[in-house]
């Protein structure tokens, strides 16, 4: 029963900041890429950030913004995200993805609502 559990969404003013956690279990996680996407409605889920162990990678529309990172020892991914707009406001989703290839996961997502 592979598990990732997204936490720290919430409802957050224009320019204000909020950190995302997405805690594993269950997987050998530094044998994973670990990622976030996002998906607003009326819209396709998007890639914001991967992170391995030697890499990261943003969306443009996060960059600057927004920093991935990860703990080992921990089994957990977290996104922080600065200077938010209302644009940003989405479900974000957890992702693992091995890293020589097989089962792809995902969480159930946590809404994060920029609006004044």
């Known amino acids: 029963q592979v598990q990732l559990v997204e936490s720290g969404g919430g409802l957050v003013q224009p320019g204000g900041s909020l950190r995302l956690s997405c805690a594993a279990s269950?997987?050998?996680?530094?044998?994973?890429?670990m990622g976030w996407y996002r998906q607003a409605p009326g819209k396709q889920r998007e890639l914001v950030a991967t992170?391995?162990?030697?890499?990261?990678n943003y969306a443009d529309s996060v960059k600057g913004r927004f920093t991935i990172s990860r703990d080992n020892a921990k089994n957990t991914v977290y996104l922080q995200m600065n200077s938010l707009k209302p644009e940003d406001t989405a479900v974000y989703y957890c992702?693992?993805?091995?890293?020589?290839?097989?089962?792809?996961?995902w969480g159930q997502g946590t809404q994060v609502t920029v609006s004044s």
């Open positions: 269950r997987i050998i996680f530094r044998l994973y890429a």
């Open positions: 992170i391995t162990s030697s890499n990261t």
């Open positions: 992702n693992a993805a091995p890293l020589r290839g097989g089962v792809t996961y």
